[in-house]
Structure formats: C-alpha cells, structure tokens
C-alpha cells in the first residue's frame, strides 16, 4: 500500500485552447525535420527512441508530484520494446517542458505513465488541451488517475479520479469488450495480482468500459458491482484509453499486460480502430457459450468456440440466424474478424425461412468481403448501397484484427457504423421487402471464407419513419 497525496489548490489551467485544424503530416516522418526537432527536445526528453523511421511517435510522461511508483523505469523499458517490437518510435521524459504546441505536434500519442499530482504548469496544460482537440491520443497507465485534481480537461480525458485502494492481491477481471485491441487476446474472465484502483465516479455513461473488477474476488473494493478498471473514449476530438493495471514491476513482463498496453497505445495513435462509445442496455444473442436461440438454414454452418467465445464460418451457402424473436427497430451490434480475403455479411429484415436464399431475396445483407466492387465489399448494403469508402477505409482493421459493427434498423432506414464511424445510411424503398419487422442472421459464405464472429448483442429502439407496407412472411 502507498500513501497517496491528497490534492491541493493550484494555479488555474489558462484559458481554454480551442479547437485547431487535425494535425498533417508528421514531422517525424520527415527525416530533417526529425533531427531538427529532436535536437529542441529537453535533454530529458531525448530518451530512448526507436526507428526515426517508424510511422508513428509515442511520449512517454512519468513526472510525479507524489508518490513515486517503482515500477516506472519498468514501464518505460517495456513501452520501448513494445515500439520497437512494432514499429512506433518511443521518446520518454520527466520534464513538463516537452508540453509544447509544436513538439508535442511530433507525437501521435502520449502515454502518462503512473503519474502522480500537479506535473504540468497552465501553458503547459494549454499545449496539452491543444493537441488532443487537434486529434493527438492519450493513454492513461494507473496513477495518471491520481494526476492533476483541479484540471477539468485532464478529468474528462482520464475518464475518473483515483480515490482509494487496498493492498495488493489478486482479484477477477471481466472482459466486456473483446474486439477492442486492449482486450481482444483475453478471455472473458482474467486473474490477476495488481493493486485496484477505486475511483471517484464511475465513467461507464462517457467512456467504452472495456473491463470491470469482481469485487467478490477481493478485499477492499468500494464500487459495487460497477467497477470499470479499464476505457475508451474519443474525447474532445482525440482518442483517449485509460487502464488501472500496472502497479506492480511484474506487470510489465506479463504478456497479456504488456499486449493489453500495446493496444491500448495502437488505439490511441490511430494505429487500430476501435468502437469507443459508450454502450449500455444491450442484451446478449450470442455471448460465447452457447447456440441457443439459432438456427443454421442452408448448407454448412459455424464451429462454436467456447474457450474463445467465437463463432467461425464453415462451407456454404448458408446462414445461422436468430430464430428466438422477430426484431422490428433496434441496433444491433457484433464483432466480427476475417482471416484474409473472405467473404461473409450480416442478414437483417427477412422473414423465417429454411432456405438461406429467401434472406438473400427479401431481407438486406450488411456486407463482410475485403474485396469486391463497391456495393459488394465490407459495410455495403449488398448490391444495393456502398459505404463511404473513405471513412469505411479509415475505420477499418485488416484481416487478423477484429472489427465492431453496428447495424441501426429503424423504420426503413438502415445504418451502419464500423468501429464507431458511421459508414452507411440506407433507406429501404423497395415495396417487396420492408425493415420494420424480420429476423437477423450471419453468413457462411461458402469453402476457404473463414470469418469468426463474436459477442452479437441487441438493444431495441423506438420505432421511427414511415413505411409503406408491413412484412409479409414465408414458411
């Protein structure tokens, strides 16, 4: 256990920076003006890099004010060898003067690492506020909780304040988000041995909670059966993760910490993309386990997973599809990942039916394909509607990574996000079919499409717009 300071009266923050244009293109990926600016760093914040000709930049912050963790040069060395392991340059400082406009311009994200109290003056925290409006991430590792108390701003970004926290000891973690690149290599339930953070609010109605802490495994703990340990959010239009882990020296030689950071870093450069909002009220279709309330129509079918909590596609045609409820308007949401160039899709609004063509026939097919023409490839309305193809392509993981949709079906309208980027707006004007009542459905393609499916989940919607017909329904 360590003696947290108590937060203290200090100077106000200055004026808010504004809203600046998104950064261009990097200095650091300019070798000249690398060196130039490398050579205007603070001589503490020279540190250690990588590559100069990586494609992103990450600073490390470990400045404290208060209690100092010893595993802070541990954090450090790992960061490094995270970047040079893939491809990001690493700059560590303890120096509050590196908080300039344009040298923190250099940096797709910055990581503050266990800091603690007061580390940055009012001009300082001006050039911070101004880099992330212009889009630069954040990641926040445990004590950045315990950091600057009288900084609204850095609340917000940080998501909650460190409040208390008993002893170190080993408590259950439960994963609610699997596809972001923090979580996505964990099982839905993780042990470990960290000291836990509670903290003064809980952040679930502005943040992603990516996951939460069993108070029943453990001693000590003070929010009840809320407890979010680790988040996502975009914030002020930058990209912000926060994670409690890393107290403890061992933290930073476990793999899945150090895979959990990692993402989180990847997120916050833009690296990875990731569905950030804040998600509550959904129900589960499929959360793993089990098949119930599915079945398969067609040739072919899915092989359940259960120590991953997937379901992965097999042969074809054909689809599985939720046979429990006809839905009528409501988002639904599912995480889905390819393994090269395959093809699957998400069925909505089709009647019950045995034969997956009748989906096909008279539901819309939200599509999964890495290639294919523009109204046949990833967040398409099959043959029907492209995506935005530029804001598909920024949002989208490639294949190996996995992907968040959210297909929104109200009225005849249809819309879908990718990994929180609204990439299609569909309405239905075709009188033979109708979204406002129907069942919903995964793909199997076909031989050699391997798509995996996790985590399909539902939340009903008031119902909105006008229609011209009611659905009929097959056999």
Not at 26 to 51: D, E, F, H, I, K
Not at 103 to 129: C, G, K, P
Not at 189 to 197: G, P
């Amino acid at each position: 256990m360590h003696p947290h300071t108590s937060p203290h009266s200090r100077r106000d923050s200055g004026p808010d920076s504004g809203t600046r244009s998104r950064r261009g293109a990097r200095l650091a990926a300019v070798g000249a003006a690398l060196l130039l600016a490398l050579t205007a760093l603070p001589a503490a914040a020279s540190g250690a890099a990588t590559s100069a000709a990586a494609d992103d930049r990450v600073l490390v912050f470990s400045k404290t004010a208060g209690f100092r963790h010893d595993s802070i040069p541990d954090g450090v060395a790992a960061i490094e060898e995270l970047g040079a392991q893939s491809g990001f340059a690493v700059d560590a400082t303890e120096d509050g003067a590196a908080f300039t406009p344009d040298n923190l311009a250099r940096y797709d994200a910055v990581v503050f690492l266990s800091t603690t109290d007061d580390v940055l003056d009012a001009a300082q925290q001006s050039a911070f506020e101004g880099y992330v409006r212009a889009g630069g991430g954040y990641v926040g590792v445990h004590a950045a909780a315990d950091t600057e108390y009288d900084w609204p701003f850095y609340e917000g970004l940080a998501g909650a304040y460190f409040q208390s926290h008993p002893a170190i000891q080993q408590a259950t973690v439960n994963v609610e988000d699997r596809a972001n690149p923090a979580t996505a290599h964990l099982a839905p339930t993780w042990e470990r041995t960290d000291e836990w953070y509670n903290y003064r609010t809980n952040p679930r109605d502005r943040v992603r909670v990516l996951a939460t802490l069993d108070e029943s495994s453990y001693q000590g703990g003070a929010m009840g059966e809320d407890h979010p340990i680790s988040w996502c959010q975009e914030y002020r239009g930058g990209r912000a993760f926060y994670t409690g882990f890393g107290h403890t020296k061992e933290s930073y030689a476990d793999p899945a910490f150090r895979q959990h950071l990692l993402g989180g870093i990847r997120y916050a450069t833009g690296a990875a993309h990731a569905d950030c909002r804040p998600e509550q009220g959904y129900r589960p279709l499929f959360d793993g386990t089990s098949t119930d309330g599915w079945k398969q129509a067609g040739p072919g079918g899915f092989t359940l997973d259960t120590a991953s909590g997937t379901l992965t596609s097999t042969g074809g045609m054909g689809m599985l599809w939720y046979q429990a409820r006809e839905l009528h308007a409501y988002s639904l949401k599912l995480d889905w990942k390819m393994t090269g160039d395959d093809n699957s899709g998400v069925f909505v609004g089709f009647p019950a039916s045995d034969d997956p063509w009748s989906a096909v026939n008279n539901g819309y097919e939200v599509q999964i394909d890495a290639t294919d023409t523009p109204d046949h490839t990833t967040g398409s309305v099959y043959g029907f509607q492209s995506a935005d193809l530029a804001k598909r392509d920024a949002a989208l993981n490639p294949p190996g990574e996995w992907n968040t949709y959210e297909i929104r079906v109200q009225g005849e309208r249809l819309r879908i996000w990718l990994n929180g980027v609204k990439i299609n707006d569909f309405t239905n004007q075709d009188p033979a079919r109708s979204l406002r009542q129907g069942y919903v459905g995964i793909q199997n393609h076909g031989e050699g499409d391997e798509v995996a499916f996790r985590d399909i989940r539902i939340k009903d919607l008031p119902a909105k717009g006008g229609g011209h017909h009611q659905h009929h329904h097959d056999g």
